[in-house]
């Protein structure tokens, strides 16, 4: 167990919907990654979050936001879903960020898209 | 797309037997980590190489680097049904973000 935790562990969502994952980060993390994994790949960096401001992000259209609260968790938005958005969703909480910073992941929240 | 390539894409062995996997990737790195994963969930951090490391051990495992070819392998020794997972080379360019390889599918027979 990481400590992190992410919910919903499973979830439907329509096609043209819109979907919100969280994320509670291991105590004292300030930095949380998120991460989409297609089935039969690896994941992709979508983007991350330090002390509630957007830290760098990934090729991901602007239906994909999020938002970093002041206890650290966060949320990952996603609108107007589309079925390629089926996948795992990964987040990540690490104590700061740049070379070397180990990130530790949640169990991840899969997302189906009907 | 992926930074890092692992290769095989999927490796069936006998308990007892070592597994190795390798990774290849195209930037500069600041250091290389692998991960395993268990049935489609979290990613569980095994061992960190950095870019001036040529070979680090962590209990069975057994990573190496080559920066001159950008490419790293992962060895597991004496491998047992626990390990059966998937296996993913990440590198840290020392930015903010990892990239992650498509992974190796390891499968160890009882």
């Known amino acids: 167990e990481t400590g992190v935790t992410q919910s919903p562990t499973h979830l439907i969502k329509t096609r043209g919907q819109q979907v919100t994952l969280r994320c509670s980060s291991q105590s004292g993390h300030n930095t949380v990654s998120w991460y989409q994994q297609a089935l039969g790949q690896g994941p992709q960096f979508i983007f991350q979050?330090?002390?509630?401001?957007?830290?760098g992000r990934g090729n991901f259209p602007p239906r994909f936001s999020g938002l970093q609260f002041p206890n650290y968790s966060s949320e990952l938005n996603v609108n107007a879903l589309e079925l390629d958005d089926s996948a795992l969703y990964l987040c990540?909480?690490?104590?700061?960020f740049g070379a070397g910073t180990e990130a530790f992941f949640g169990q991840g929240t899969r997302l189906t898209v009907v | 797309s992926q930074q890092g390539e692992e290769d095989p894409q999927a490796l069936s062995i006998q308990e007892g037997e070592n597994a190795t996997m390798n990774c290849s990737y195209k930037t500069s790195i600041n250091n290389l980590q692998w991960y395993r994963q268990n049935s489609g969930r979290g990613l569980v951090h095994l061992i960190l190489?950095?870019?001036?490391?040529r070979e680090k051990h962590s209990g069975r495992l057994r990573v190496t680097l080559d920066t001159s070819k950008k490419s790293s392998s992962l060895l597991i020794t004496a491998s047992r049904a626990a390990d059966t997972a998937s296996y993913f080379c990440a590198t840290d360019a020392g930015d903010y973000k990892l990239s992650f390889g498509a992974g190796t599918t390891v499968t160890v027979r009882a």
């Open positions: 990540a909480s690490s104590l700061g």
């Open positions: 190489i950095r870019s001036n490391e």
């Open positions: 979050y330090y002390r509630e401001e957007e830290n």
